[in-house]
């Protein structure tokens, strides 16, 4: 029964480390998948034209998306080669990140990170598949701790997607 507790510690203890880990190296990838010459763009434009959407092309693939309102960007998503990857962020009109995250398929996966636009965290936590593991925190806007809730769940880690390379 103690040696359950004390493995039971230490994968909690590193738990967090091996997420950003995972999310350093996947957004690290996805960046350099998408950072190429672009032979063609795309722009689009809503009905009054005050937001544009901005999509390089490289041999028909997307690499990123980035969103316009009224001229100021407010959000980007860059894609991996194979589009499974994509690194999204969601921007304040001041151009700090008021949210940063990977998704995988069209779902949450990893560290994702909301920001008031003071540039303070918010709120910070990992996620697989859209459900919350480990322990989530939220702050308020001076970066005063508001609420801890762990969501245990530390065996889905193993369910992180690898990306290629």
């Given amino acids: 029964m103690i040696l359950a507790i004390i493995l039971n ?3 909690t203890a590193d738990y967090k480390t091996q997420a950003e880990t995972w999310y350093n190296e996947t957004k690290a990838a996805i ?13 689009l434009y809503n009905a009054d034209s005050s937001y544009q959407t901005v999509c390089p092309y490289a041999k028909g693939h997307l690499l990123l998306k980035r969103g316009f309102n009224h001229g100021l960007l407010r959000m980007e998503v860059y894609y991996s080669q ?13 151009g700090k990140v ?19 636009c003071n540039g ?5 936590g990992i996620r697989i598949s ?3 593991i480990g322990v989530w925190r939220k702050w308020d806007a001076n970066g005063m701790l508001l609420d801890e ?3 245990h769940n530390l065996g889905k880690l193993n369910q992180l ?3 290629s390379k």
């Fill in 82 to 94: 194979d589009s499974k990857f994509e690194l999204r962020r969601e921007v304040c009109e001041n």
């Fill in 31 to 43: 960046f350099k998948q998408s950072d190429q010459q672009a032979d063609s763009t795309i722009t």
């Fill in 161 to 163: 997607p690898l990306i």
């Fill in 130 to 132: 859209d459900q919350k």
């Fill in 9 to 11: 510690s230490c994968d």
């Fill in 98 to 116: 008021g949210f940063d995250g990977i998704f995988y398929e069209d779902k949450p996966y990893g560290v994702s990170t909301w920001n008031y």
């Fill in 120 to 124: 303070k965290t918010q709120e910070e």
């Fill in 149 to 151: 809730k762990d969501y």
